[in-house]
Structure formats: C-alpha cells, structure tokens
C-alpha cells in the first residue's frame, strides 16, 4: 500500500476532517459505480456509496494497514449494496429509467446501447455473482483480493465469475444484443 | 476441441486478462466450427460491452454528506448550534436588564421631578436643583448613624430652597424627604435585581403617602417591560399599513389621516 494512502487513513484516524474529505473523493467514483452497477437506481446507488464511506471512516482503526485498502473499501460497498438489494426484495422499488441516448452518430449509439444491454443483462446477476465480476472486470481486482474482499474461497469467487460471465453472455443472446460472429470463414 | 473445452479456454485467458484474438487455439476452432465461432463472439461482445461500462460520478457535494452523516461531525455542530443559543440568551438577557434598569431611573427621576413640583405648588416652591442634586446618591447630609428606617420615619415638612445650603446644613425636614426620594430608586432598582419581589397587596402602614406612589412602587420593577413594549407597540402602529377596506393603498397610518380608529398620537 502506497505511504501517501497510510498517511492519509492516519489523519483520519486523528480526526482530521480535509483528510477524510481527500479520501472520499479520492475513492468515491469506484464505490459509487460499483454500487451504481449493483443496485442500478443513481439514488440508491448514492446512498449506499455514502454508508459505505460513513461506514468505512467510523471503523477505520479496525482495518489492517498490512491489507490493502481498496478491496476492503469495495467489500464495504457490495455488503451495503447487497443489503439494500434484500431490502428491496422485500419491498419493491420502481423500475429504473433507461437515460436517453445523447448521442446520433451510428457507432456512438451502437457502443452505447451495447453497455446498457450489458448494464442491464447485469442486474438479473445474482447479487454476489454480480459483484465478484464487477470487482474483477471494472475494478480490475484480482481473484485473491476479491476472495478476500467477500471473504470466501478463490475457487468460489472464480466460479461465481465465470457463471456471471455465463449468465451475461445467456442474456445478451436472448436480447438479439450479440451481433453475428465476426469470424466468417471463408473455407467452412 | 468441446464445445465446452472451448468455453473454459476463453474463461482461462479472460481470467489472465489475455487478449481473445491472441490466442490460435480459439481462433482455429472458431474457424472451424460454428458453434464456437457464436460463442467466441458473444464473449468478445461481453468483454468489449463490460470495457464501455461508464464511471459514473455521484452528485456535486458528496463528500460534505458523507461527512455530514459522521457522529462527530452531527456532534460538533450540536455543541456549535448550543453555544449560538446560549451567546444569545445571555445577550439578550443582558439587554433586557439594562434596558430595565435605564427605565427605571428614569421612571424614578421622573417621579421625583413630579413630586417637587407638587412640594412646589404645595408649600410655595421647593427648588428643583435641590431636589435633584439630593436623589444622588451619597449625599453629604446623611448622618452616618443613623439607619433608613429612622430616615424614612420621620415627617418631611418643607423648607423654602433659598434657605438650603446642601454642602454644610445638618440633616432637616427637606433633606429627609429627598433622602426618602431616593430610598424609593434604591427600592425600585433592588426590586428589578432581585427578580420583581412580591409586593404587598395592601400599602403599609409606614408608607401613607400617595396611593399612586404605592402604585409605583408595587409596579416599579414592570414598568420598564411596560414601557418597552409600549414603544414596540407605537413603533409598529407607524410604521405598519392599515389592514381594512378604508384604507386599500396600504398606506401608513398618519395621525388623524384615518377612519378614526388608530391615529397615531403626534
């Protein structure tokens, strides 16, 4: 872990309100889309980023300087979302609203609609599948972290992500999302 | 190579964060076979579609939330909100005290200047400078023996101010009678720092002066609430527009200038 970082959760820990400011905004773009990715309602998405950090600053003299911060950040987060999400399945939320596309041009629109559908393929994940593939493919952790992150063994976080992967790719081929192979032989 | 070998293979680079198209075994195979072929596809498309995936950024202000949503901080700005509150109190308070104290001077130099004009009238003019110059306070003629009750029980007949000398005459009739004026402000202030005390319903026997001097002295320590908020009461029948049909341009109310109802005293 980078001094500069061990530095800055020690002004925290001393109360130092600018420091805990710089950390927030330091991370707060990873937390937020993680749980943006995870829960899919910029509201939602926002409250638990914020409980994630209020959450993160209140038990930071619990965290191990020998770990490195960011998988215990973003484990922080997928609790909260997962959370949330059990809550919502209590009781129902409206359905997100899919943002207008602002963009015309054909391959823009094309990228565009390509992420959404991935986007939305992603949050008929289930929620821990969702979660090791994001921290595995967006956050770009690696399997070691992220086993430690959700606290479960390597070979499960593995597994979960290649299900997600399988589960995303299902998803995208029922929609019509997936073009036509790219790989047209000539000598078939 | 199976179909499911195939899809293992791709899961194995993409857990190595291996390019697809790198790889010569996949392609072969996807060249060879359809199946393969749709499945390398869609995994390139997941890949590329996972690569677009903005980063989505929270609202302007986020991190004042979160740090306004710390126990300490909510803390902090509680004792902060208590100090505000307190300064204010105590600001006010001591405004209010000042305030009563100025009016009740006031109101008891105004008292006596009404009480030496009526000695005036009475007894053929007592000077006023006298009179005034005895509600000092430490005033030469007082003995130092004797107690106030012993000067205030005694009759306070009047003497003509000419033949006054305050600064070398022993204590006569007149000066017992500004020593008990000023008695009176002592009372009056000590009622206002002991809190208004409770005055008897009926005037004692030792005090059969006037019954609007009793008067003054059971109210005293209201009177400059009673002033104060006279004055906010004036100032507010100036200064707002009358609210009927009479008046509709909302005009303020001038002395005279109306229905008959609140003229303002000139």
Redesign the interface.
């Known amino acids: 872990m980078p001094e500069e970082l061990r530095q800055l959760v020690r002004r925290c820990l001393d109360?130092d309100?600018v420091a805990?400011?710089h950390l927030?905004?330091r991370y707060?773009?990873r937390v937020?889309?993680l749980c943006?990715?995870m829960l899919g309602q910029?509201e939602d998405?926002?409250d638990a980023?914020?409980e994630t950090?209020?959450r993160v600053?209140?038990s930071l003299h619990r965290w191990d300087s020998q770990r490195d911060f960011v998988p215990w950040l973003l484990a922080i987060a997928g609790n909260r979302c997962r959370t949330q999400l059990a809550v919502r399945m209590r009781k129902p939320a409206p359905q997100a609203l899919v943002e207008p596309v602002p963009d015309h041009q054909p391959d823009m629109m094309a990228?565009?609609h390509?992420?959404e559908?991935?986007?939305l393929a992603l949050r008929n994940v289930r929620d821990k599948y969702r979660q090791a593939f994001l921290l595995f493919?967006?956050d770009?952790m690696s399997?070691a972290e992220i086993a430690a992150a959700m606290e479960c063994p390597l070979g499960t976080v593995?597994t979960w992500?290649?299900r997600a992967?399988?589960e995303?790719?299902r998803q995208?081929?029922q929609r019509g999302?997936?073009?036509?192979?790219?790989?047209a032989?000539e000598?078939? | 190579m199976q179909l499911k070998k195939f899809e293992q293979r791709i899961n194995d680079l993409l857990d190595q964060r291996i390019p697809l198209d790198s790889d010569p075994t996949l392609r072969d195979c996807a060249e060879e076979n359809r199946q393969c072929r749709q499945l390398l596809a869609r995994y390139e498309e997941l890949q590329e579609g996972v690569q677009l995936l903005d980063r989505p950024t929270p609202r302007a202000g986020f991190e004042d939330r979160v740090l306004g949503q710390l126990p300490g901080t909510r803390r902090r700005r509680a004792v902060h909100r208590r100090y505000v509150l307190v300064a204010l109190t105590l600001a006010g308070s001591v405004l209010l005290s000042i305030t009563a104290l100025n009016s009740n001077i006031w109101d008891a130099g105004n008292q006596q200047n009404s009480l030496a004009t009526g000695h005036q009238a009475l007894d053929g003019g007592v000077a006023d400078e006298t009179m005034r110059s005895d509600v000092r306070p430490h005033s030469p003629g007082v003995p130092s023996g004797g107690t106030h009750a012993d000067v205030v029980g005694r009759p306070s007949p009047q003497v003509p101010a000419e033949n006054i000398d305050e600064e070398s005459q022993p204590l006569t009739p007149d000066r017992v009678a500004s020593i008990d004026s000023y008695l009176a402000v002592l009372a009056s202030i000590e009622n206002v720092a002991s809190g208004f005390q409770l005055q008897p319903d009926q005037p004692p026997e030792a005090e059969q002066g006037t019954r609007s001097e009793w008067i003054d002295s059971v109210t005293g320590g209201f009177k400059p609430l009673a002033v104060s908020m006279n004055g906010v009461l004036r100032a507010l029948r100036d200064t707002l527009p009358a609210i009927n049909e009479e008046t509709p341009d909302l005009q303020p109310q001038a002395a005279g200038a109306g229905t008959g109802g609140a003229a303002v005293p000139a």
């Not at chain 1, 999302?177 to 790989?183: D, F, G, H, K």
């Open positions: 109360g309100q805990m400011q927030v905004q707060r773009d937020y889309a943006l990715r910029r998405a926002e980023a914020q950090f209020v600053l209140r990228a565009r390509l992420a559908e991935v986007d493919h967006q770009e399997y593995k992500v290649h992967r399988r995303l790719i995208l081929g999302v997936i073009a036509e192979p790219r790989y032989t000598k078939v």
